[in-house]
């Protein structure tokens, strides 16, 4: 028996199903059948995927919960971000930046970017539109993704072969407990949250988080005469963002071409040591593993420095070991300190929130929401199911991924999808339960 002839058996049967006749008159849900791929966020992971997936003639439908692009880029981060690394890195794939830009694009700059990428490949995503549920029907052989938009939470269900899912590695805020938070009488808040150190000038500020967002933040805090204190209860590398002329990035990944990571973690710590001195005596631990090597195990990405070591140095950054308790207006240290501050500023990273809404435990881990297999080979799962940006390689990593997803969809797309198409048509359908069809074009 074909593939179409399975599923209209199926199908036929589902009318004449008491239960799912009953959930059909219950559910006011529209049904939408999507001939191409749905891709779950419209981040750069989520555009860089539909773009190279129109080039090869494939449509696609992207939804997302925020109302832009980008909404992390957009809503969560700081005005002076910029990128860590240079632009050729950051790239999606089939349109450079332009010329004009500088070699670390800032926020802005890299929103317009964005905007053109956009754009220039015609790509429209469905905004303001939340995926709550998303699981493979072994008996319809498609995913049903199950979503809820606007204000009034109207539910669609979007019928599709493949599904693409590109919610990335930072979805949601990880906000940790820390004991007497509750009682601390000023701000507590996430760092994506904080845009600019105006609010909080001649302030004492507690910056939790040594990453490059902490960072950034408590030097953000000093050029606006803040007094910020950093929790480090952990250790990292500091590094250099540029050596020899040369960024530091791009300079690794040349030296990995011709030596062995731990060769040049060597090269890249010698570096840093008589660049940026010793950072141990300024209570900046080392692990015992190299940046690289580091990286490639836990995903940990060191920090590059932009002038945060130097005010630590002067004193202008304080460095505090982890939190015992807050109180009303202070916070205890393991070590027995007591320091007063206005507010505290969380930099406590993001994690992935695919566990919450994709059935799915075969390709994604349900304790922390990343593929299983590691990179090269996390991109690909089972039933059509693809995960673009989660490889921990940044926008060069979503980039690669975006790349070999749409390959391997054309190559399926120019064989089936066209069947799908004409065979979904033709399905029966329960009583009062009509099946809409995503307007794309199909060549």
């Not at 999808?417 to 009062?432: D, G, I, Q, T």
Request: aromatic content about 10%.
């Amino acid at each position: 028996m074909d593939n179409n002839n399975h599923l209209k058996e199926v199908e036929g049967k589902r009318v004449h199903d008491h239960f799912n006749n009953k959930k059909a008159a219950i559910s006011a849900a529209r049904r939408i059948m999507v001939p191409g791929p749905v891709i779950v966020g419209a981040g750069p992971s989520g555009l860089a995927t539909a773009a190279c997936l129109t080039e090869k003639g494939v449509p696609s439908l992207i939804l997302e919960r925020a109302n832009c692009i980008a909404s992390l880029w957009q809503l969560k981060t700081y005005d002076r971000l910029r990128l860590h690394l240079p632009k050729q890195f950051c790239q999606l794939p089939l349109m450079p930046f332009p010329s004009n830009f500088p070699t670390y694009p800032t926020k802005q700059q890299f929103l317009t970017y964005l905007e053109t990428y956009t754009n220039h490949f015609g790509l429209d995503p469905v905004f303001n539109t939340t995926v709550v549920n998303a699981e493979y029907d072994h008996l319809s052989r498609l995913w049903r993704v199950k979503t809820q938009q606007g204000l009034k939470q109207e539910e669609t269900v979007y019928l599709c072969q493949w599904l693409i899912v590109a919610t990335g590695e930072n979805a949601e805020e990880v906000v940790p407990y820390i004991e007497g938070m509750d009682g601390f009488r000023g701000p507590i808040f996430h760092s994506s949250s904080y845009k600019t150190g105006e609010l909080f000038r001649d302030k004492n500020v507690l910056v939790v988080g040594c990453g490059n967002s902490g960072m950034e933040v408590s030097l953000d805090l000093c050029n606006y005469n803040a007094r910020p204190s950093l929790v480090v209860r952990d250790t990292v590398h500091v590094l250099p963002q540029e050596m020899i002329g040369r960024s530091t990035f791009g300079l690794s990944m040349c030296l990995l071409k011709w030596f062995p990571v731990r060769l040049v973690d060597q090269f890249l710590l010698l570096m840093s040591w008589l660049m940026l001195g010793d950072t141990s005596q300024f209570g900046l631990i080392r692990p015992k593993l190299g940046p690289l090597e580091l990286k490639n195990v836990s995903g940990k990405t060191p920090v590059l420095d932009v002038g945060t070591l130097a005010k630590i140095r002067s004193g202008n950054i304080k460095v505090c070991r982890a939190i015992k308790r807050l109180t009303h207006h202070a916070a205890e240290f393991i070590d027995g300190s007591i320091e007063n501050y206005d507010a505290i500023i969380l930099a406590t990273g993001y994690k992935s929130n695919v566990p919450y809404w994709l059935k799915d435990t075969e390709m994604f881990s349900e304790k922390d929401g990343f593929p299983r297999m590691e990179f090269p080979n996390g991109w690909k799962g089972a039933h059509g199911l693809y995960a673009v940006g989660f490889n921990k390689r940044g926008l060069l990593g979503a980039s690669i991924d975006a790349r070999r997803i749409s390959e391997d969809i054309e190559h399926q797309w120019n064989s089936e999808a066209k069947k799908l198409m004409a065979f979904s048509r033709s399905l029966p359908l329960p009583p009062n339960q009509d099946l809409e069809f995503n307007s794309m074009v199909v060549n």
